[in-house]
């Protein structure tokens, strides 16, 4: 198979053979990891028992994937991944917030997927072979699946996909296993030892809907167009990529969260996942938890490490796809060993997805509100001019900038950062939501309303412009 050479260029209509199926079985897929199964385990960490966990979790899902999903018809239009696309309402140039905030989100999650599954690598090989669990065995495990992650994430799209096909057929009979495994342990188990995290229960459990719920899907606002760009609207109608869309996520996401909340209680792991997890898996499962640790979490960070390829080289565009995604994974793996050595996983995972939905959801909303104003019609020419390094074009607004939208987010997202409620940082404005985090709606809100108010006659964006480079003139 070939490495993949696309960057966040146009994708021709000839290479534009993937359809719905493929979407929900990459959604699906590179799910099922202990990436996103350690976010089932949050809301036990948080103090809270099995039908609260549950309830806070779906509730947070089903919300984010209603904002989420349809961003996916964007890139559908544009045949270009969401970052770029957003420059029709942000700026060719503006457009480097929508690939600043993905590839934070990205660079997260992968390093997150890495540190989980490498943990529970090591304590796995530590019950077979005796392994010692210090250091240098970490080091080790994280070098490896760092190593694999790239050489999924270099040769891109179609190998992705494949791996997410088996992944999703061959997670899920794992997944089931481990429901048996743990059955028992499950049967006795008791509401989690600790306290409320927030004191009172639904102050927790807002707190569980949005840092356990409502941040699997937002964690997709930029990577849905990475999918999405290689289905063509003249084979696939905007309904059926988004039904697959809502399908893929819906099921991506709760399958495997709810599994992590059933082993988190199951194995009294309310302090920490990874340690309770294999001490509390019979024998006959540690191999098939080896086997999940280990594909699951390459397939996972593989596609996060792709979409930070791209959203680098939308930033430079000057760096190749390829040296793109080998820089960005050095990053995160340098960020697995921060979070391994000098990081408490909950403070830093809930802190994380807490601080990029406030930022992330205006932008989102923003991008979702110019696309129902221009009804999927775009320029797709004119949202290359800054990858071609030229000037001009419809998009063009204020040197590359639109100034009303990019104050509009920083607006939002300041009102979401100033809400939070992490346990590392509480904002000013906690004291007039009574304490519970409201940073995701009033964030979405004000970012959303503001864009609306600024940008009443907005023009409808496949309004050609001209595209000026260096002794070059060109009409897009």
Known sequence: MPIEQRGVDTIPEAERTSGPRDLVAILLGSNLCLGVIVFGWLPVSFGLGWWASVSSVVTGTLVGVAVTAPLALVSLRTATNLSTSSGAFFGVRGRLVGSVVGLLLSLGYTALTLWIGGDVIVGVLARLTGLPTGGAAHTAVYAVLAACTVVAAVYGYRLLLRLSKGLAV?????????????????????????????????????????????????????????????????????????????????????????????????????????????????????????????????????????????????????????????????????????????????????????????????????????????????????????????????????????????????????????????????????????????SFVLSGVVGGALYAVLTPGARNAQTPGTVTAPGVSAKV
């Open 170 to 438: 061959g997670m899920t009979l794992l997944l089931a296993l481990g429901l048996a495994a743990y059955a028992g342990d499950f049967g006795t188990a008791a509401v989690p030892e600790t306290p409320y995290l927030l004191g009172s229960f639904w102050p927790t459990w807002v707190l569980s809907a949005v840092a356990a719920g409502l941040s699997g899907p937002i964690a997709f606002i930029t990577l849905l167009g990475d999918y999405t760009r290689y289905i063509s609207p003249a084979r696939h109608t905007s309904k059926s990529v988004w039904r697959a869309t809502c399908l893929g996520l819906v099921a991506g996401l709760l399958l495997p969260q709810l599994f992590g909340t059933y082993t988190a209680l199951a194995a009294r792991g309310a302090l920490d996942y990874a340690g309770p997890l294999v001490a509390a898996s019979p024998a006959w499962y540690l191999v098939p938890l080896l086997i999940a640790a280990t594909a699951g979490s390459v397939g996972n960070a593989g596609l996060m490490l792709y979409s930070m390829g791209l959203d680098l080289d939308a930033i430079l565009p000057r760096a190749s796809r390829t040296a793109a995604t080998l820089v960005v994974a050095a990053v995160a793996t340098a960020f697995v060993f921060l979070g391994h050595f000098l990081t408490d996983a909950q403070s830093a995972m809930t802190s994380f997805v807490l601080l990029l939905t406030a930022i992330g959801t205006p932008w989102a909303v923003i991008t979702l509100i110019g696309h129902v104003r221009c009804r999927g019609g775009y320029d797709a020419e004119a949202l290359q001019v800054y990858n071609r390094r030229a000037r001009g074009g419809v998009y063009w607004f204020a040197a590359g900038w639109h100034p009303r939208a990019t104050f509009s987010w920083v607006v939002g997202a300041a009102v979401g950062l100033a809400a939070v409620s992490t346990p590392l940082y509480e904002g000013p404005l906690l004291a007039l939501t009574g304490g519970v985090d409201c």
